[in-house]
């Protein structure tokens, strides 16, 4: 089992900036695809970005392309979101999830949430205009 906790969340006005944290315990995720999601209110849950162990790049969305940035600490076991340029409508509750990363699949199904395992609780983006 993995456990993930989100953290880093919180009210920004627009043009800030924030950086999301995922914190994995039980496991050591270096061998997992890890990605950010969220559901907006109203809306249905979507990618944010994803990475994994051997891509070239990483997956984003392309509302968040330019503006968010994912990476990894293997170290510690921790997987980021660096939210630059912040806009109302980032508001959401973003969540962070795991799976293992398997090299046969293609690039699109880790941007597909049936495709995780593990899911965090969530933690919640203001973006005020």
């Known amino acids: 089992q993995v456990q993930l906790v989100e953290s880093g969340g919180g009210l920004v006005q627009a043009g800030g900036s924030l950086r999301l944290s995922c914190a994995a315990s039980?496991?050591?995720?270096?061998?997992?695809?890890m990605g950010w999601f969220r559901r907006a209110p109203g809306k249905e849950r979507e990618i944010v970005a994803a990475?994994?162990?051997?891509?070239?790049?990483?997956y984003y969305a392309d509302s968040v392309q330019g503006r968010f940035t994912i990476s990894r600490d293997n170290a510690k076991n921790t997987v980021y979101l660096q939210m630059n340029s912040l806009k109302p409508e980032d508001t959401a509750i973003y969540y962070c999830?795991?799976?293992?990363?398997?090299?046969?699949?293609?690039?699109?199904?880790?941007?597909?949430?049936?495709?995780?395992?593990?899911w965090g609780q969530g933690t919640q983006v203001t973006v005020s205009s």
């Open positions: 999830a795991a799976t293992l990363f398997r090299a046969s699949w293609e690039r699109r199904r880790y941007s597909d949430s049936r495709s995780y395992d593990y």
């Open positions: 990475i994994t162990i051997t891509w070239s790049g990483d």
């Open positions: 039980g496991r050591t995720v270096s061998n997992y695809a």
